[in-house]
């Protein structure tokens, strides 16, 4: 398939400059060597999007192509990209920014169970201060199913429940699972520290990553 | 050696056994862990993914706690915990603001004045000095390990000093050498096993898998060795799955670099939790009559 994209100043701008700052990239540096596709772990799965057409489709402002493409979702931050990289761009923190914009934009997530996992293990971690693997797999396996059941995809919810607790079994035999909580004896500390959080993102404050 | 010590959560959950093995190996080779008090989640890949500002100020709280305790470095045996701590504490070291803002809501401010370790940095002054070879009892002949980094030990998102090769790192053959060991090279050490996909795309992890253990068996390697929880328990709980569906017939124990000091310096491997692996990691110990 051949993809062409049109470069419009005032698209390209905004999108580039919203990506820079979150990402904390320079995606101006970019000169194309594709050394980062060349190393990319999950290049097989992503279709045409290597980690510097991702760059290119933001630079040139393609906002809806750079939120909703397969990378944003395959990319296991491995971190092989930005190592690699002559110029010092890290794609991986790109690919995160754009979740989080994707997120703030309703876009669909393309992968729904890799959105559902970090979300529950940050509410889980945000909790109680530490992150209890029951909690959090919990929460996980809750909100498959309950997109599962909405989307009426009853025998993947089925299968996903089955191979879950294969695996839980032979951890519960190994001795490998935990029932005992862990979490934090500072609470209030925490506590404040996440309404911090929270503050933030509802843009009481400034952006950390644009200082970095 | 004094050294403070953060666990992190898998090390207090499915990876129990490496705290274990951490406490008691290391204080075996002289070297004394001291868990910080009240440590938080350090928000691992998962906060950075959801926002920008909680993946700074979770790890931030412990790094605070770090620099009120006496012990002026910190070994962090977990990959991701590492990697954050030693990236945030950077990003702080560069941003005053930033520091100030977070430092207002914490009771043990950030100095950044702590060092931190990965479990193979808190090792190597052990090697150089000469005392692991001479505490060792067993040597560990006829194991010839494919030593896995994965990602997190080398690679970071962020500018940080990195304490080994990027793409060729030596730290856990020069323990295993060590120990008598024979360590492969390799072209997988420092690729990624797919770390959360295992869970959330699980046909992409064991399509990564499936390439490091092919790569590790062509090699003649008889066990992989990690000093990651997430690449140890990926490799050992799917490697059923990955041998399934890509039609590999061998199976390979994946050890912790901390019990194979273990099992060198002469503690029993029960006692370290070799017996709690997904798949039997006592066989191979016990064919090298490492073990009887």
Same mark, same amino acid.
């Given at each position: 398939?051949?993809?062409?994209?049109?470069?419009?100043?005032?698209?390209?701008?905004?999108?580039?400059?919203?990506?820079?700052?979150?990402?904390?990239?320079?995606?101006?540096?970019?000169?194309?060597?594709?050394?980062?596709?060349?190393?990319?772990?999950?290049?097989?799965?992503?279709?045409?999007?290597?980690?510097?057409?991702?760059?290119?489709?933001?630079?040139?402002?393609?906002?809806?192509?750079?939120?909703?493409?397969?990378?944003?979702?395959?990319?296991?931050?491995?971190?092989?990209?930005?190592?690699?990289?002559?110029?010092?761009?890290?794609?991986?923190?790109?690919?995160?920014?754009?979740?989080?914009?994707?997120?703030?934009?309703?876009?669909?997530?393309?992968?729904?169970?890799?959105?559902?996992?970090?979300?529950?293990?940050?509410?889980?971690?945000?909790?109680?201060?530490?992150?209890?693997?029951?909690?959090?797999?919990?929460?996980?396996?809750?909100?498959?199913?309950?997109?599962?059941?909405?989307?009426?995809?009853?025998?993947?919810?089925?299968?996903?429940?089955?191979?879950?607790?294969?695996?839980?079994?032979?951890?519960?035999?190994?001795?490998?699972?935990?029932?005992?909580?862990?979490?934090?004896?500072?609470?209030?500390?925490?506590?404040?520290?996440?309404?911090?959080?929270?503050?933030?993102?509802?843009?009481?404050?400034?952006?950390?990553?644009?200082?970095? | 050696?004094?050294?403070?010590?953060?666990?992190?959560?898998?090390?207090?959950?499915?990876?129990?056994?490496?705290?274990?093995?951490?406490?008691?190996?290391?204080?075996?080779?002289?070297?004394?862990?001291?868990? =910080? /008090?009240?440590?938080?989640?350090?928000?691992?890949?998962?906060?950075? +993914? $959801? %926002?920008?500002?909680? &993946?700074? !100020?979770?790890?931030?709280?412990?790094?605070?706690?770090?620099?009120?305790?006496?012990?002026?470095?910190?070994?962090?045996?977990?990959?991701?915990?590492?990697?954050?701590?030693?990236?945030?504490?950077?990003?702080?070291?560069?941003?005053?603001?930033?520091?100030?803002?977070?430092?207002?809501?914490?009771?043990?401010?950030?100095?950044?004045?702590?060092?931190?370790?990965?479990?193979?940095?808190?090792?190597?002054?052990?090697?150089?000095?000469?005392?692991?070879?001479?505490?060792?009892?067993?040597?560990?002949?006829?194991?010839?390990?494919?030593?896995?980094?994965?990602?997190?030990?080398?690679?970071?998102?962020?500018?940080?000093?990195?304490?080994?090769?990027?793409?060729?790192?030596?730290?856990?053959?020069?323990? =295993? /050498?060590?120990?008598?060991?024979?360590?492969?090279?390799?072209?997988? +050490? $420092? %690729?990624?096993?797919? &770390?959360? !996909?295992?869970?959330?795309?699980?046909?992409?992890?064991?399509?990564?898998?499936?390439?490091?253990?092919?790569?590790?068996?062509?090699?003649?390697?008889?066990?992989?060795?990690?000093?990651?929880?997430?690449?140890?328990?990926?490799?050992?709980?799917?490697?059923?799955?990955?041998?399934?569906?890509?039609?590999?017939?061998?199976?390979?124990?994946?050890?912790?670099?901390?019990?194979?000091?273990?099992?060198?310096?002469?503690?029993?491997?029960?006692?370290?939790?070799?017996?709690?692996?997904?798949?039997?990691?006592?066989?191979?110990?016990?064919?090298?009559?490492?073990?009887?």
């Amino acid at each position: 398939m051949t993809t062409v994209l049109e470069f419009i100043p005032d698209q390209a701008c905004s999108l580039a400059g919203e990506v820079m700052a979150r990402s904390g990239q320079n995606l101006n540096a970019c000169y194309q060597c594709r050394r980062c596709a060349s190393g990319c772990p999950v290049g097989e799965e992503t279709g045409y999007v290597t980690p510097d057409r991702l760059i290119r489709m933001i630079v040139l402002g393609k906002r809806e192509a750079a939120l909703d493409n397969p990378l944003v979702w395959k990319c296991v931050s491995c971190f092989t990209c930005g190592t690699r990289c002559p110029n010092d761009i890290m794609t991986a923190r790109i690919v995160d920014t754009l979740k989080k914009m994707a997120k703030e934009a309703h876009v669909p997530p393309l992968s729904p169970k890799v959105a559902a996992f970090h979300d529950s293990f940050v509410a889980a971690a945000k909790r109680l201060g530490r992150l209890n693997e029951l909690e959090f797999m919990g929460r996980y396996e809750l909100k498959n199913t309950l997109a599962g059941l909405a989307k009426l995809k009853f025998s993947e919810v089925i299968e996903e429940h089955k191979s879950q607790a294969g695996l839980g079994l032979t951890m519960l035999r190994k001795g490998r699972m935990h029932f005992r909580i862990q979490k934090v004896k500072g609470r209030k500390e925490f506590k404040r520290l996440i309404k911090r959080v929270g503050e933030r993102a509802r843009g009481l404050s400034r952006s950390p990553a644009s200082q970095e | 050696m004094e050294l403070a010590y953060y666990p992190g959560c898998s090390l207090k959950a499915s990876s129990e056994i490496y705290d274990v093995q951490c406490q008691r190996v290391l204080s075996a080779i002289g070297i004394n862990l001291h868990e =910080l /008090e009240d440590w938080n989640c350090c928000g691992a890949t998962s906060a950075s +993914k $959801t %926002d920008d500002f909680l &993946a700074i !100020a979770m790890p931030a709280r412990n790094l605070g706690i770090a620099d009120a305790s006496e012990y002026p470095e910190l070994v962090i045996p977990c990959s991701a915990c590492y990697s954050r701590m030693l990236v945030v504490q950077k990003m702080l070291e560069s941003d005053r603001g930033l520091l100030d803002e977070i430092n207002g809501e914490l009771s043990s401010k950030v100095i950044g004045k702590t060092k931190i370790l990965s479990i193979l940095e808190a090792i190597q002054p052990v090697v150089k000095s000469g005392d692991l070879a001479g505490r060792v009892t067993r040597k560990l002949e006829g194991l010839k390990p494919a030593c896995y980094y994965g990602c997190m030990q080398t690679r970071f998102p962020y500018g940080v000093p990195v304490p080994d090769d990027v793409e060729n790192p030596q730290g856990m053959e020069t323990i =295993l /050498e060590t120990l008598g060991a024979a360590p492969l090279d390799w072209s997988y +050490k $420092t %690729d990624c096993c797919g &770390a959360s !996909a295992a869970v959330n795309e699980n046909d992409l992890s064991l399509m990564l898998m499936s390439k490091i253990m092919k790569d590790a068996l062509a090699r003649q390697a008889n066990c992989f060795v990690t000093t990651c929880p997430m690449c140890q328990l990926n490799m050992d709980a799917y490697q059923e799955k990955v041998r399934a569906t890509y039609g590999i017939a061998q199976s390979m124990p994946v050890y912790f670099i901390t019990e194979l000091i273990g099992v060198a310096v002469g503690l029993p491997p029960k006692d370290l939790g070799v017996d709690r692996h997904f798949v039997d990691a006592m066989e191979l110990l016990r064919e090298l009559n490492l073990y009887e």
